[in-house]
């Protein structure tokens, strides 16, 4: 039916159903906490986020964490600290952050493709590209952890260092059963509002490596080990307390959340198996995701519509969904004067054709199956119409 006032026909949902939503607890302790923070003056460098770094260390089974501003800033800090100089392969199919990070540090990026199936980067084309590099920044890609075994070797054999991209990876699990954080030289998490821990903004930089930590510490204060003298170029990367709490407080209850998110996922690719031209993300076996993000890779000549109709006819519905990763990194103006020196064909075909449905960890169960419905409805349509639609 349409409204006669505006000409507008409502959408299947009252209100739009949006991306992600942080899952935040705001009770008396958070509220206390706080005012505590604020009246006391220490809005930085104090007690909460150093307990908020032991809590993590302690949840991922890591020898050391650096909490820091955000991720990205992480990331610069540990290129920066390994002292990298030159071209560090990254997959094209992540956050335009992880290329960012290595522009900013003033090393080059050189593209590698996807895996198919994993979405993460494919050590089968990262092996070529490896023989001059300066590094390998690896993805957790929606919380799929990468093939660390395959790259840690790759990176080894040729004596540098393999950095994980770990924004996505918060409550992930490597197929060895260790939590995601300690693989590869270091890892870096975000703890931004889209990511499954939250810290209002914040990142993670978790390592074995106690010398590396050390350095991280005084990086990300200036390069200042505290006698003003500093030592090498750093820069203002500190998380605030008001952060560092926030952190401690989201662990308390972070395996309960994380674990409806995985069942609301689960109940995702529960109904909508088996329907034709869509398909999702493998996850290694053994390994467990995040589910930052659930995406859906769309076939339209067997869907019925291409990934962009679908997004737009979920949108007249009140439905929020996001084209990630479009356009890829090497299809972005920023890096118009990169070469690209690799087939990125898989690239480019999940950035031409998935999208990520609704998910957060408070999400009422009801609305994934209502999304669900209405998916199957859009196909079933299209079906009838005649096939694909552009």
């Known amino acids: 039916m349409t409204d006669i006032s505006t000409g507008t026909r409502p959408g299947r949902f ?10 935040v607890e705001a ?20 007690r909460h986020v150093r307990e908020f770094e032991e809590a993590a260390c302690a949840y991922l089974g890591v020898g050391h964490a650096v909490a820091v501003s955000n991720c990205t800033t992480g990331l610069m800090l540990v290129f920066r600290c ?32 996807a895996d198919p199936r994993t979405w993460t980067l494919d050590p089968h084309a990262v092996a070529p590209l490896v023989q001059d590099a300066a590094g390998v920044l690896a993805v957790h ?9 395959s790259l840690q070797e790759l990176c080894d054999s040729r004596g540098i260092p393999l950095v994980i ?10 197929p060895d059963g260790t939590m995601v954080g300690g693989k590869g030289v270091a890892e870096v998490f975000s703890l931004s509002p889209t990511k499954t821990l939250s810290t209002g903004e914040g990142g993670l930089i978790t390592t074995n490596d106690a010398a590396l930590a050390a350095r991280l510490r005084t990086a990300r204060d200036y390069g200042n080990p505290g006698d ?6 750093g820069l203002n990367g500190r998380m605030t307390e008001v952060s560092g709490f926030m952190g401690v407080h989201a662990l308390n209850r972070f395996s309960h959340w994380l674990g409806i998110r ?8 529960s109904r909508l198996d088996g329907l034709p031209g869509l398909s999702f993300q493998a996850i290694p076996e053994g390994a467990a995701s995040s589910y930052k993000d659930l995406g859906i890779l769309v076939d339209a000549t067997r869907f019925g519509m291409t990934r962009d109709l679908l997004a737009e006819r979920l949108g007249s519905e009140n439905v929020s969904t996001r084209k990630y990763f479009s356009p890829a990194l090497h299809q972005q103006t920023a890096y118009r004067d990169i070469p690209v020196v690799a087939d990125l064909s898989v690239t480019e075909e999940l950035a031409a054709s998935m999208i990520t449905l609704p998910l957060y960890s408070h999400m009422p169960a009801r609305v994934v199956e209502e999304i669900c419905d209405l998916i199957r409805e859009i196909h079933a349509t299209a079906q009838k119409a005649g096939g694909r639609a552009s």
């Open 27 to 46: 009770d008396a302790e958070m509220e206390l906490a706080i005012k505590e923070i604020l009246q006391s003056g220490m809005l930085t460098n104090g």
């Open 14 to 23: 009252p209100e739009l159903v949006p991306m992600v939503r942080p899952t």
């Open 228 to 233: 003003y003298d500093s030592r090498f170029f």
């Open 141 to 149: 890609t929606f919380g799929v952890p990468c093939d660390t075994g």
């Open 262 to 269: 995985r069942s609301l996922a689960e109940r995702y690719r």
């Open 82 to 113: 390994l002292e990298l100089t030159g071209d560090i392969v990254v997959p094209s199919f992540t956050f335009m952050a992880s290329g960012h990070a290595i522009g900013w540090s003033g090393n080059r990026v050189r593209f590698a493709d």
């Open 165 to 174: 991209d770990a924004a996505h990876g918060f409550g992930s699990r490597y």
